[in-house]
Structure formats: structure tokens, C-alpha cells
């Protein structure tokens, strides 16, 4: 399963553009690039994915880089609520199964 | 509500004793899974479930530990012989497929609970 590194923690502040690197030097081809959010005492929360074309929401954009080895989440206007642990996965696709191998994140707190 | 449901939100227990946690998925998941997060820890992987069946226990530490989904719906995760080390948040999170398909129609989005917090004295 390919892994991914992250910061472990990160400031921004209110207003401005939040932009959490994830290097997954290991991916292969068939895999997926997500990213969860867990705000303190929730569940993780889905936020978005990719696989190799540049995605956008309405909560985040990803940016791939052309070799897939690494990615870029971006809130583009941070607000209070987004402070929460960001979480890189690489999704492995074997046999059909959907495991999420989750690392530790990133810290991320939004300062007013 | 229309979201995974979790019960007990919390559980204390003692060393030694049997545990269970209930997992209620979203009308319509075919997969579950149950994640284990202890404090300052992302989530850990313990089983996946495609319908009734264990697709995948790899997750699973030991031989304490225990899922069932008999309908295919609601599962519980069981503990036996509590440990202090078993002390943490399980997470429950339930998907609308779990195959994978090409383009876009797969989005493998996981919708979890708010999880059970498990603590052993």
C-alpha cells in the first residue's frame, strides 16, 4: 500500500488560503488520492479526490502534480470551522476492497 | 437520521469484561467498516465488511475481537476479556459501494459515525 507524508501540524489565518501538502511518492497508477477532515470529538468527513486531473468542490480544491507524487489540499478562505486534522490517503484497489490506511494528519488550526 | 448511528456513544468497562459496540449504517450501504482511533492517532483499519460477509479482518489485533453483520445491515463489534490497552474511540463508517468501477461513478466516499468510546479501568 503506498503511504503518505504529512505535515504534522500547520497555521492559518481566518480568511486566507489553507494549503496542506501530502507526498505519496509510492502511488501507483490505479490508485486514488482522498483527503478526510476529523473535527475534534466527530467522525472524519469526507472532503474530496482525485486521481491525477486537479478537482475542485465546493468545500476544497486538490491539486495533483503531473507525476502523482504529491498532492495539495486548498481551502481557498479558512474560516474558524475549518480547524481540524486533515488527513492524505492513497486508496488501495485490491480485489475490490476499499481499505483507508489513514497516518496521522495534519493539525490544521485556523487563527482569528 | 439519515447518518451512521453508533451506540454506546460512551462505554466504561473493567478489565476482564465483554464488550459489544452497534454499528447502524446508512439505508443502503453494503459495506462497512470499523476503524479503532486512540488519542492523538489517526483512525486504524479493523475490519470490512462487503454485505454479511468479512471481506477483510486483517485489522483485527487479536483473537478478542469479534464483528458480525448477519442481515447486512447493523453490525457489532465484540470484545472479549477487556484490556486497558483496548481503550479508545471505534469508529464505524458505512459506503454505498465498495467495488470499484472505472471513471467517475466510483467515489468511495466513507460516511462515518461519531463513534463509541471505549474505556477499560
Known amino acids: 500500500d503506498a503511504k503518505t507524508t504529512q505535515p504534522t501540524s500547520m497555521d492559518c489565518a481566518e480568511g486566507r488560503a489553507a494549503n496542506l501538502p501530502c507526498n505519496h511518492s509510492t502511488i501507483s497508477g490505479n490508485e486514488y488520492v482522498y483527503w478526510y477532515r476529523q473535527i475534534h470529538s466527530q467522525g472524519p468527513q469526507y472532503i474530496i479526490h482525485g486521481l491525477k486531473n486537479n478537482e475542485t468542490n465546493e468545500m476544497a480544491s486538490l491539486i495533483i502534480t503531473e507525476d502523482r507524487k504529491s498532492s495539495t489540499l486548498i481551502l481557498p478562505h479558512a474560516t474558524l470551522r475549518d480547524t481540524a486534522v486533515y488527513y492524505c490517503?492513497?486508496?488501495?484497489?485490491?480485489?475490490?476492497?476499499?481499505?483507508?490506511?489513514f497516518g496521522t494528519g495534519t493539525r490544521l488550526k485556523v487563527l482569528a | 437520521g439519515a447518518g451512521v448511528s453508533q451506540t454506546p456513544s460512551n462505554k466504561v468497562t473493567e478489565k476482564g469484561k465483554y464488550v459489544e459496540l452497534r454499528c447502524d449504517p446508512i439505508s443502503g450501504h453494503t459495506a462497512l467498516y470499523w476503524y479503532r482511533q486512540s488519542l492523538g492517532q489517526g483512525p486504524e483499519f479493523l475490519i470490512y465488511f462487503q454485505g454479511t460477509g468479512a471481506a477483510d479482518d486483517s485489522g483485527l489485533p487479536n483473537d478478542r475481537f469479534f464483528a458480525v453483520r448477519p442481515e447486512g445491515s447493523v453490525s457489532t463489534l465484540k470484545i472479549q476479556r477487556t484490556e486497558r490497552g483496548d481503550s479508545a474511540v471505534y469508529l464505524c463508517?458505512?459506503?454505498?459501494?465498495?467495488?470499484?468501477?472505472?471513471?467517475?461513478?466510483?467515489?468511495?466516499?466513507?460516511?462515518f459515525g461519531e463513534g463509541s468510546r471505549l474505556t477499560v479501568l
Open positions: 490517503i492513497v486508496r488501495p484497489r485490491s480485489q475490490g476492497t476499499y481499505k483507508y490506511i
Open positions: 463508517a458505512s459506503s454505498l459501494t465498495s467495488r470499484g468501477t472505472s471513471g467517475r461513478a466510483d467515489t468511495g466516499e466513507l460516511f
